[in-house]
């Protein structure tokens, strides 16, 4: 089963190394990773997307919780969520399918950021399923150039804040 799990962390070096390896001592892969610092610069939130079981995901996540340089550790997947992923995408469209194109980009509500006669690139944020029919679907109008993706975050839905916690 897919987890985001959230990370509020001290903003040093190391902090995630340290986190992430305790995935990795664990044989877990990260499917992604984000981070970031908050509005406070020694916080930085991290955000991982990981798969497995509900119970093995809890321990992992008390453990992370444990280290000295998390601040809290939680699985926003175990309640309702907000969740966004950025796609940045280059393509070389062929001039026949440029219409087309222009008009997926505008039912998807996604941003032109160049129109280049040469290359076309396309901003895009999503959820990650939604980004994935994204890209599938622009292979079939040109050859795919660069395909950039931030890595899901999520923020939980009501009063729940990982900074409250």
Known sequence: MRHIISIQL???????????????????NIDSLTVAPTDDPKVSRMTMVTQGSDQIIEQITKQADKLIDVIHAINITTGEH?????????????????????ELVERVGARVLDSDPRFFVVEYSDTSPKLDDFVLNMKKFGALKTVVRSGAMAVARGDLSLAEI
């Open 10 to 28: 001290q903003n040093e070096a190391g902090a995630l190394t340290r986190v992430a390896s305790l995935f990795a001592r664990r044989g877990y």
């Open 82 to 102: 907000i969740e966004r992923e950025l796609l940045i995408l280059k393509a070389a469209i062929e001039a026949d399918y440029m219409s087309k194109v222009e």
